[in-house]
C-alpha cells in the first residue's frame, strides 16, 4: 500500500535533485488523471485510502520535494530532521483508519511546524506566533479528543469503516463538541488570528507547507465528520455555519486589501479559500465534497508557490513591507512573471484547476441559496481585486532604493515555481465528470 508513497520519498534522497523534480512533475498529472478512475477504498489497521486523502497526501509528498528542492535551511540536518517528521504526521493524519490516530497525529503535527518557527524564524514576535498557534489549536482541539473517547467506549471501536456504517442522527450534539477544532485548523474568520502571525514569522519550509498541507487537515476533518454522519445533513446548523464561513471569507478579503505584509496577504487569502471549503463539505452534496478537494489541492499549490515568490523577494530586498517591494519588475522580470503567473493563479483564471473549484462552489452556494451565491459572487471579485492589487504594488511604480541587483536569482527557485504550474494547469487533462463519479462512489 505504501509502495508508491516509499518511491516519492526516495526522491528525497537523490543525490541530483533536478532528476527528482523532473520525475515527480511527471508523476503528478499521470495519478491526478488516474486517481478518480480507480474509485478504491482500502483500509487495513493501520491506514486507510479512498479519492480524497489519497489526492491530498500526494499534494503533501510534491510540495515536500518542492521545499526541500527550495529551502536553503535543508544544508543542517536538525532541519531536515524536523522538516522529515513534519511530513511523516501529516501523512499519517491523512492515512489514518482510526478516529484516535487522526487525532494524535492532528495534534503532533504541531510539534514541528512550532519548533520551525521558533528555531528559525525571522523575528522575536516569533515566541508570541507560536503561543498563538499552540493556544488555539490544541485548546480548541480538547473537546474533540473527548468525544473520541466517549464514542470509543460506546461503539466499542474507532474504525472510521465501521463508524462510516452507523447513524448518529439521534445525536446531533456530537457536531458541535468536536467541530471547533476542525475550524480552528482551516482556519474559519474569527478563528483566525494564529494563521496570520505563524506565517509571517514561519521559515520559507514553514510557511509552504503549513498552507499547503497543514490547513487541510481541517478540511479532512469535517470530511470525516460528513462520512461517519455526525456532521447534519442539509438543515439549520448546515445553514449557519456555511454563512458565518463564507461572510468571513468575505471580510477576510477586505482585511487583504488592509495589510501592508506580502505574507500576512497571502495568509489572508487563504482564509478566504477555505470558507469555500467549508461550505462544500457541510452541504453533504457529492458535488459540496467535489468543490471542496477541488480548492483545498489548488490552493495547496498555489499558495506555496506565492510564500516561495515573497521569501524570494524578501532575499532581494530585505523587507516584507509593499513600501519597499515596489519596482520589482524593473531589476527582476523573471521574478515578476512568476508574480503575475500565481496571481493570475490564485484569482482562479482558466485553465487552472483553481477554476474548476470556484465554478464547483456555484451550484453549492446556490442549493443553499440565493444570497449565498451573491456571498460567493463578491468573494470571487474581491480575490480579483487584492490578487491585482497585490501584484501592482509589488512590481510596478519606481524601484524603491532598497532593492539591490547585486546577485541574480538561484535557477533552483526558479524550477521549482515552473514545477508549482504544471498540476495546477491539468484542467484540459482531467475528466471532470470522471473526478464527480469518483467522489459520488
Request: charged share 5%; aromatic share 16%; hydrophobic share 55%.
Amino acid at each position: 500500500m505504501f509502495s508508491w508513497l516509499a518511491g516519492m520519498f526516495s526522491l528525497l534522497l537523490l543525490s541530483n535533485c533536478v532528476s527528482s523534480l523532473v520525475v515527480l512533475s511527471l508523476a503528478i498529472p499521470g495519478y491526478m488523471m488516474y486517481s478518480y478512475k480507480t474509485s478504491t477504498y482500502v483500509e487495513d489497521i493501520m491506514c486507510c485510502m479512498n479519492e480524497m486523502n489519497g489526492m491530498l497526501m500526494f499534494m503533501t509528498i510534491s510540495l515536500a520535494v518542492l521545499i526541500y528542492l527550495s529551502s536553503a535551511y535543508f544544508n543542517t540536518s536538525s532541519y531536515n530532521l524536523v522538516f522529515f517528521l513534519l511530513i511523516m504526521a501529516i501523512m499519517l493524519c491523512f492515512s489514518s483508519s482510526g478516529l484516535l490516530g487522526f487525532y494524535i497525529f492532528f495534534e503532533i503535527s504541531l510539534l514541528p511546524i512550532l519548533v520551525m518557527i521558533i528555531s528559525w524564524g525571522y523575528q522575536p514576535e516569533r515566541m508570541q506566533a507560536g503561543l498563538y498557534m499552540i493556544f488555539y489549536t490544541v485548546f480548541g482541539s480538547l473537546p474533540l479528543f473527548f468525544l473520541i473517547l466517549w464514542l470509543g467506549q460506546t461503539l466499542g471501536t474507532s474504525s472510521l469503516y465501521l463508524m462510516w456504517n452507523m447513524q448518529f442522527a439521534k445525536m446531533p450534539w456530537l457536531f458541535y463538541v468536536g467541530f471547533l477544532a476542525f475550524l480552528i485548523k482551516l482556519p474559519m474568520w474569527s478563528l483566525h488570528v494564529w494563521l496570520p502571525k505563524a506565517h509571517v514569522e514561519a521559515p520559507l519550509g514553514g510557511s509552504m507547507i503549513l498552507a499547503g498541507a497543514l490547513l487541510k487537515l481541517g478540511g479532512y476533518g469535517l470530511y470525516i465528520y460528513n462520512m461517519i454522519g455526525v456532521a447534519p445533513m442539509f438543515n439549520i446548523s448546515s445553514i449557519a455555519w456555511s454563512f458565518l464561513a463564507m461572510w468571513g471569507g468575505l471580510c477576510a478579503s477586505l482585511m487583504c486589501l488592509n495589510q501592508s505584509d506580502v505574507k500576512g496577504m497571502i495568509a489572508y487569502s487563504s482564509i478566504v479559500h477555505m470558507s469555500l471549503v467549508v461550505m462544500g463539505i457541510l452541504s453533504n452534496t457529492a458535488w459540496g465534497i467535489f468543490c471542496a478537494l477541488i480548492t483545498m489541492v489548488a490552493h495547496g499549490w498555489t499558495s506555496s508557490a506565492l510564500f516561495l515568490c515573497a521569501f524570494i523577494t524578501y532575499e532581494k530586498v530585505g523587507s516584507r513591507s509593499f513600501n519597499y517591494t515596489k519596482g520589482i519588475l524593473n531589476a527582476y522580470p523573471a521574478l515578476s512573471l512568476f508574480w503575475f503567473l500565481y496571481s493570475m493563479v490564485n484569482m482562479a483564471v482558466p485553465p487552472t484547476i483553481n477554476l474548476l473549484g470556484e465554478l464547483a462552489a456555484v451550484p453549492v452556494a446556490l442549493w443553499f441559496s440565493l444570497f449565498m451565491l451573491f456571498v460567493l459572487i463578491l468573494i470571487m471579485f474581491m480575490s480579483v481585486t487584492y490578487n491585482m492589487y497585490m501584484y501592482v504594488k509589488i512590481n510596478h511604480s519606481f524601484m524603491s532604493p532598497v532593492i539591490v541587483c547585486s546577485q541574480g536569482i538561484s535557477a533552483r527557485w526558479f524550477l521549482t515555481l515552473f514545477s508549482h504550474l504544471i498540476p495546477l494547469s491539468m484542467l484540459f487533462a482531467l475528466d471532470m465528470m470522471s473526478l464527480y463519479t469518483g467522489i459520488c462512489m
